[in-house]
């Protein structure tokens, strides 16, 4: 099973991307997931996390306001609308699935990742 995100890229400051993370076969719709960042040099950060239903979201203080998790469970898809985005945000983006079906924010809760996908913010 695997992890696929999408839709980084380089955007001007204040600019908006979406960020997309699909499973490879539908197996991760009763799961938790969530979005982390890794800035080069620094340990990876928890962005947001979203509840199997979609009924709880957790967003790291910096981005809340901001960005946005959703999902789609048909598709056991989850979804990072980051709207005014500002040159701290750039980083390498991954999503993942929690072991089990919660909003978590911790790491080690989480047992699969996607591959990354590098967003970049211009000044």
């Known amino acids: 099973v695997q992890l696929q995100a999408s839709g980084g890229g380089l955007v001007q400051a204040g600019g908006s991307l979406r960020l997309s993370c699909a499973a490879s076969?539908?197996?991760?719709?009763?799961?938790?997931m969530g979005w982390f960042r890794q800035a080069p040099g620094k340990e990876r950060t928890f962005v947001a996390a979203?509840?199997?239903?979609?009924?709880?979201?957790y967003y790291a203080e910096s981005v809340k306001g901001r960005f946005t998790i959703s999902r789609d469970g048909a598709k056991s898809a989850v979804y990072l609308q980051m709207n005014s985005l500002k040159p701290d945000d750039t980083a390498v983006y991954y999503c993942?699935?929690?072991?089990?079906?919660?909003?978590?924010?911790?790491?080690?809760?989480?047992?699969?990742w996607g591959q990354g996908t590098l967003v970049t913010v211009s000044s």
């Open positions: 993942a699935a929690a072991r089990g079906a919660a909003a978590v924010t911790v790491t080690s809760q989480y047992n699969y």
């Open positions: 979203i509840s199997w239903r979609g009924g709880t979201t």
């Open positions: 076969r539908n197996t991760f719709s009763n799961n938790g």
